[in-house]
């Protein structure tokens, strides 16, 4: 999450390949007006952006967990660029249901 968040808040090619896949899943669906909208808002302004970053854990519920990546992210964030962060935290028996047997989840002791 933190390498993937802060090329998108800095605008490296992370940008561009999101672009790139909206734009082939973007045509014939329902959302594709709003795509477009955003498109026009982005070339305007790449700064003008929201970014949500999720992380889902099998162990106890910290704060810490995203107090240091919330910092970090935001030193030298462009003003109009928001980002959203949210933590999961799942009991290993709820990874379960929700993944399945087909899934195997590692989590430190």
């Excluded at 003003?79 to 962060?85: E, N």
């Excluded at 709820?94 to 002791?109: F, H, K, R």
Aim: net charge positive; proline share 5%.
């Amino acid at each position: 999450m933190k390498g993937q968040l802060e090329g998108l808040r800095s605008g490296d090619n992370r940008k561009l390949w999101a672009i790139k896949y909206l734009s082939m899943h973007a045509q014939g669906k329902e959302w594709f007006q709003t795509y477009q909208k955003s498109m026009v808002k982005y070339f305007a302004d790449p700064t003008d952006i929201r970014l949500y970053g999720t992380l889902v854990r099998t162990v106890r519920p910290n704060v810490a967990d995203l107090r240091a990546r919330a910092r970090s992210l935001a030193k030298d964030c462009p003003s109009k660029t928001k980002i959203t962060l949210a933590a999961i935290y799942v009991t290993p028996q709820g990874m379960d249901i929700l993944a399945g047997a087909q899934v195997t989840w590692e989590t430190s002791p």
